[in-house]
Every structure is written in C-alpha cells, then in structure tokens.
C-alpha cells in the first residue's frame, strides 16, 4: 500500500509541470506568429504583389471597318476610270467592289476592284488586319503589330530603321543604305528620287545634258521614284514599285503596293497598271500618287 501512495503523488506532481510547459510553448508561438505577420510575413506579401505584371491595355481598335465602303468614291473613279459603254448598273457594280472570303470580319477583311479602260487594266486591292497580342504581359496590340510591320518591311528589302523623310531628302540620312536595296525592281530609283519638277529644270539647260551620257533620255523621260519608307500615313509606313518584265505581246506592268500602321491595324493598298498592246506604263509619279492619296484617305477614316 505505501508503494502505491508515492505513485500516485508523482503522477499528480508530473501533471502540473506537463500543463505549464504545454502552455509556455503556446504562448511562445503566438509570439512568434505576431512576429512573422508584422514582419518577416509582411515582407514577403509585399514582394508578392510588387512582382505582379500589370498587363498591356488592349489596342486601339477592337473591329475593323467594311472595306469595300471604306475607300473613298472620288479616288476610286481616278484610280478606276469607267469605260464610257458601261451602264449606270454596271458604274456602280464596278465601284461596289467585291469583298475578301473572311473567316473573322473583327481580324481580316478586305476588298478588290477591277477596271477595263482602253489603255489597258487597272487592278485595286486594300486589306485590313487588326493585330492582337496574345500575351499582353510580355507585348501590348500595338507592338505586335509593330512587329509584323517590320517583318513586311524587311520581306520588302527596305532598311529598317531607314529614312522617314521625303525621297529627296533621304540620301541626307546619315546611315544611308546601298542605293540598290531601297528600290526593289528600279535600280535607278535612288538617283531619280527628287520631286518630278527638280530634274525637268535642271535636265533643260544644255550644261547638264552634255554632263551626262545619257542626257538625251532623262530630259523626255519621267523621274521614277521608286520603293521607299514614308512618313505618312499613318504611325508608319513603306511604299514598295514594282515592274514585271515585258512579254513579247504584253507590256511591263506597274504594281505600286503601300503598307502602313495605325495603332494595332495594318493596312495595304496596292494598285496595279496592265497596260494593253504596246501602251506605255504610267510614270510611278502618278500611280504611286493616286495610291498615297488613297492610303492617306484610309488612315483618316480610322481616326474618325
């Protein structure tokens, strides 16, 4: 009997020492939760949220606008003359334009013209794509489509960056690209990029014709202007001028194609020149006149 007395008294002196420990250990770690949340775990929440990306807002243009009626009435008939036999019907059909097969008129859509004059074809194509970045943490619309400029641009064999000034004053740039590379098919085009009316007063005097072995020619034959960055319209832009070879039967035909960006949109208008039999081809003066005004006319529609 005493033996079991004396363990009794030790398992009643051992309980209190196990219930003071348990709750200095509990009293420790709620000490030392306070200190994690208004410290240590505090720094680490902040870091958290600084290291968020904030992602790139959409770009400008969520649609695109119906390409067909996007092209101005007056410039379409300069660039498309109808032949006088044709109808009213036929006036209109010929101006309506036919649209692109499109599978998302919110992405890419475009449109196509076609005239028959007497001195040959004349073809009218514009195409809008609307750009969108799929990752607008890393890239934002509109560098994407800057991005897809670029690549048109180098396809186009034109510097980039390159000279955004006007044909006459891009020789000035101060890293000047061969004189071949801007021109594409004209490897004149460099020489002969001032506006039409400098050469036609400086080719008149016969100082300058006996200059040059070829004065003779360049004094009735127009300036070509050739392939070249613009600075309009648009945030950016290039006009690429082609000339396909002659045919024994066909003559050379111009294509003059402009491709320019506005926000996350990028535009192209190209015009091509067949003409018939043995018609000249329209100096690139005036076919890449009538398309610049046209492209300009278009950047206008998309900031309205």
């Known amino acids: 009997m005493p033996v079991h007395v004396e363990r009794k008294a030790v398992r009643r002196g051992v309980l209190p020492g196990i219930a003071m420990l348990t709750a200095l250990a509990a009293a420790v770690t709620g000490l030392t939760g306070c200190t994690d949340s208004g410290g240590l775990g505090g720094a680490t929440d902040q870091k958290n949220s600084g290291?968020?990306?904030?992602?790139?807002q959409p770009g400008k243009y969520r649609s695109?606008?119906?390409?067909?009626?996007?092209?101005?009435?007056?410039k379409l008939k300069a660039m498309l003359p109808a032949d006088d036999s044709l109808s009213a019907e036929q006036r209109e059909q010929l101006y309506a334009g036919t649209a692109d097969p499109s599978f998302d008129g919110d992405r890419r859509v475009g449109c196509r013209w076609s005239a028959q004059a007497p001195t040959g074809t004349l073809l009218l194509s514009v195409d809008f794509e609307r750009v969108v970045?799929?990752?607008?943490a890393t890239a934002s619309d509109d560098d994407k489509a800057?991005?897809?400029?670029?690549?048109?641009?180098?396809?186009?064999?034109?510097?980039?960056?390159?000279?955004?000034?006007?044909?006459?004053?891009s020789p000035d740039s101060p890293t000047?690209?061969?004189?071949?590379?801007?021109?594409?098919?004209?490897?004149?085009?460099?020489?002969?990029?001032?506006?039409?009316?400098?050469?036609?007063?400086?080719?008149?005097?016969?100082?300058?014709?006996?200059?040059?072995?070829s004065g003779s020619p360049s004094s009735t034959a127009p300036p070509e202007l050739g392939s070249r960055v613009l600075e309009e319209p648009g945030d950016e832009a290039f006009l690429e001028d082609k000339l396909?070879?002659?045919g024994a039967t066909a003559a050379q035909t111009r294509t003059v194609r402009i491709v320019f960006r506005t926000s996350n949109v990028i535009v192209t208008v190209e015009y091509s020149v067949q003409p018939s039999g043995a018609a000249a081809v329209p100096p690139s003066t005036e076919t890449q006149e009538k398309a610049r005004q046209l492209a300009v006319a278009l950047a206008e529609r998309f900031n309205e």
Do not use: I, W
């Open 244 to 246: 396909s070879p002659a």
């Open 146 to 169: 800057h991005q897809v400029f670029v690549r048109r641009l180098t396809e186009a064999h034109l510097p980039f960056p390159g000279p955004t000034n006007s044909p006459g004053a």
């Open 51 to 56: 290291s968020t990306a904030v992602p790139a």
């Open 133 to 136: 970045s799929y990752d607008r």
């Open 176 to 213: 000047p690209p061969p004189t071949g590379t801007p021109t594409g098919s004209d490897p004149a085009s460099p020489q002969a990029s001032p506006p039409p009316e400098a050469p036609a007063a400086s080719g008149s005097p016969s100082g300058s014709g006996s200059a040059s072995p």
């Open 64 to 74: 695109l606008p119906q390409p067909c009626k996007a092209a101005d009435g007056k």
